[in-house]
């Protein structure tokens, strides 16, 4: 089994930043970290948990929702076996619990939840105006 905790989290007024980190440990098949293409989500109280950014396995490349592009950077250190999201000007939209996810296999579907094996147990981010 493969376990993530994220840290990182806090409260931070609009415009500052923070950095989310994702520790993995374990394996699974014989899988190690730098197998995995790995993510973030987030979720604010009654809505669906939304993607936010997916990084590939050599960390070359990225993907982000529209409503993150040009202030968040996810980057990955394997050797580490942890994965980062930079937030920088940062808005109250931003508040919500961020969670990490991890997936041993390819998928065009990136942004969906569910093709996602492994989820860490959340960090809150609260932006204050």
């Known amino acids: 089994q493969v376990q993530l905790v994220e840290s990182g989290g806090g409260l931070v007024q609009a415009g500052g930043s923070l950095r989310l980190s994702c520790s993995a440990s374990g394996r699974t098949l014989g899988r190690t970290f730098s197998s995995f293409f790995m993510a973030w989500f987030r979720q604010t109280p009654g809505t669906e948990r939304e993607f936010v950014a997916v990084?590939?396995?050599?960390?070359?490349?990225?993907h982000y929702t529209d409503s993150v592009k040009g202030r968040f950077t996810i980057s990955r250190d394997n050797a580490k076996n942890t994965v980062y999201l930079q937030m920088n000007s940062l808005k109250p939209e931003d508040t919500a619990v961020y969670y990490c996810a991890g997936r041993a296999y390819s998928s065009t579907s990136y942004s969906r939840r569910d093709v996602y094996n492994y989820w860490g147990q959340g960090t809150q981010v609260t932006v204050s105006s």
């Open positions: 990084i590939n396995r050599s960390g070359d490349t990225t």
